[in-house]
């Protein structure tokens, strides 16, 4: 339980680099012994259908970079004795088992020695902020609490749309006709993972996905 834990989390965006950052903060606020750091990329991209060298590492797209950063990694922290990575990135449409398995058949396939855990957000990540409810409102005490009362955890619906229904005046729809791009929706992305995360009860959440990603850190934590 003394030994010290180093972590790097890999994100595919600043709204989930900020939620992360959220998350993190409460729980490793009583452990002195763990360091982390989270990094923030600009989209999800693509598995790349070989392996790539770190040198080729250009895109800043998580998928697309993610082999050369796991080899990267997996060199350059060899030398702590507890360390691990964690992959944070939304499932969208696909689905989730082929997603899940063509990560875990790249991760076999790079031979690493450290710990990789791919946490994949159900269908984004805004459903980790809509697994506490209780966090929206008081975020967004406008909110319509009857759209997220009838949001079934984990659902496969649109979901950052729902919360922008939920929480935007307007909804989805002014928000869209508002922004010129979608450089200003994810502004307003990044805006409600900072106001919700900021009041998330970490331990008291609805999202399969998001508890999957607390159960691993956990593990991870006690391991120690």
Request: hydrophobic fraction near 40%.
């Amino acid at each position: 339980m003394n030994d010290d834990v180093y972590v790097e989390f890999l994100v595919e965006d600043n709204s989930g680099k900020i939620l992360l950052e959220k998350i993190m903060n409460k729980y490793t606020e009583s452990y002195s012994n763990i360091t982390y750091r989270i990094n923030g990329f600009k989209g999800i991209g693509g598995l790349p259908t070989k392996n790539v060298k770190i040198s080729e590492v250009k895109t800043r797209r998580l998928l697309s970079d993610l082999p050369g950063y796991l080899k990267g990694f997996n060199r350059s922290l060899s030398f702590l004795p507890k360390k691990a990575i964690f992959v944070v990135v939304d499932c969208d449409d696909k689905v989730f088992s082929e997603f899940n398995n063509q990560l875990l058949d790249m991760y076999d396939e790079l031979n690493l020695d450290i710990d990789v855990f791919f946490c994949i957000a159900v269908e984004e990540m805004e459903a980790w902020l809509l697994g506490d409810s209780d966090a929206v409102m008081s975020a967004y005490p406008n909110a319509k609490r009857p759209l997220l009362q009838n949001y079934e955890p984990d659902t496969i619906i649109g979901t950052w749309e729902l919360l922008a229904d939920i929480v935007f005046q307007g909804g989805v729809a002014q928000l869209k006709k508002n922004a010129s791009s979608y450089y200003e929706i994810g502004a307003e992305k990044c805006k409600w993972a900072k106001d919700i995360g900021e009041l998330m009860d970490i331990r008291n959440n609805k999202s399969p996905s998001f508890n999957y990603l607390l159960s691993k850190w956990f593990n991870l934590r006690i391991s120690a």
